[in-house]
């Protein structure tokens, strides 16, 4: 499962060549991430946009930064959007909802279902083949550089093509190497 969560920590899978990579992306609040984008076949793209924070005490960074929202669009067979963050959940398609995650609901229609499970995650499933689950992070008492914040997890990719890119789609399908290197 390839994932990104936290101040982003990426960890992403490479099954065709039995690697798991981890790594981390320092971006600035307001920055929006491609995490993954297949345009030509699935029609999916998903993008994290980036809430700052300070770093605890005793910390080597002077900020952290997490994801406040999680926005997915699906162009085929028609337009669909969704925006997930930790309070609400946003669905346009046929037509336009505002559900609250504080409840468990499921939206379903033939090419795209919407489960929230509530105050825990989102489940976000395309054509049946494509499964995004967005957990969300919330904190009842948080402290001065905690926030409400989101993860993202490919939990299904078998309906991304070859063609997939982004921080974590154009890993879904592509072998990798590993090399020992030592630099004198």
Known sequence: MDVADGDPHFVVDFPLSKLTVCFNINGEPGDVLRLVTDHKHSGVTVNGKLI???AP???HKQ??????????????P?????????RKVIVDGL????????SSVT?????LAVAIVANANVTVTIQGTIQF???MHIYKNPAPYQRDHLGF??????????DTHGLLGKHTVTPVHAFNTFLL
Do not use: W
């Open 52 to 54: 700052g924070a300070p």
């Open 57 to 59: 005490p005793g910390s």
């Open 63 to 76: 900020q952290r930064t997490y994801f406040s929202s999680i926005i997915i669009v699906v162009d085929k």
């Open 78 to 86: 028609r337009r669909s959007y969704i925006e997930v963050t930790p």
């Open 95 to 102: 037509d336009r909802l505002i559900l609250p995650c504080s």
């Open 107 to 111: 939206v379903d229609n033939k090419d």
């Open 133 to 135: 689950i967005i957990l």
């Open 153 to 162: 997890y490919i939990a299904d990719s078998k309906g991304l093509s070859k």
